[in-house]
């Protein structure tokens, strides 16, 4: 006998996160499997950038991760990989001060490119990241 387990894929956008600009949900969760989409240094509270610099920015996108991994069982220490889309690659280096300091010691794996613009006006990065719940 044969018996199937139908996958279950839940959707969500916690409270005190910022809103979505499109038709999706900021988490996708599968079991212990997080996937975070694409997520910019917005203030949650006014929906504007958090700060005109990308360390301001930088460091909202992960306050924000950890709202959000935190609302499924997770946080910033059962990261797997983030992905970092730049504006100007010129901010390189003060993007990384700010995501050292909101990261601490864990170095998931890390994939940084430079792109043309972003979909909100002001945004100077994004990024999305994959994830495993705290247990298993």
Known sequence: MNHRMKTRVETLTPPNTPKPIGPYSHIAKVGQHITIGGTAGVDPATGQP???DIG?????ILQSFKVMLEAVGSDLDHVVH????????ADFEAMNAAYVEAMGEHRPARTV???RELPKPGVLLTMNLTAVTREG
């Open 113 to 115: 490119f430079s792109v």
């Open 82 to 89: 983030i992905n970092v889309f730049l504006r100007d690659m």
């Open 50 to 52: 958090a700060g005109p």
């Open 56 to 60: 301001a920015q930088t460091r909202q």
